[in-house]
């Protein structure tokens, strides 16, 4: 299993991005599809999932209401639209897969794991 992520890029505080994440697997609904980031310095940090058949989304309680998480499972793509952006938001962005994963905060279970798409937010 492969994950390229995409996206990222410099953005001003209040803007918006969307990365894309995408998943060299036959059946994106096996898996759940992980979010985290890494600033400097710090281990990394749950953003979010979506859970595999079920497809529900999961989201760090600090994060609700200003990222979604979607897929389309025909392009075997996840997405984390991110808005309303600050500056404590900078940070390297990975996506990684759980297979028959129920939806796990930690990345320990995430088997597979993307390059990472660094998302700096400026002042």
């Known amino acids: 299993v492969q994950l390229q992520a995409s996206g990222g890029g410099l953005v001003q505080a209040g803007g918006s991005l969307r990365l894309s994440c995408a998943a060299s697997?036959?059946?994106?609904?096996?898996?759940?599809m992980g979010w985290f980031r890494q600033a400097p310095g710090k281990d990394h940090e749950f953003v979010g999932c979506?859970?595999?058949?079920?497809?529900?989304?999961v989201y760090a309680d600090s994060l609700k209401g200003r990222f979604t998480i979607s897929r389309d499972n025909a392009k075997n793509t996840v997405y984390l639209q991110m808005n309303s952006l600050k500056t404590e938001d900078t940070a390297v962005y990975y996506c990684?897969?759980?297979?028959w994963g129920s939806g796990s905060y930690s990345p320990g279970p995430y088997e597979y794991w993307g390059q990472g798409t660094q998302v700096t937010v400026s002042s």
């Open positions: 697997v036959r059946t994106l609904s096996s898996y759940t």
């Open positions: 979506i859970t595999g058949v079920a497809g529900s989304t």
């Open positions: 990684a897969a759980d297979r």
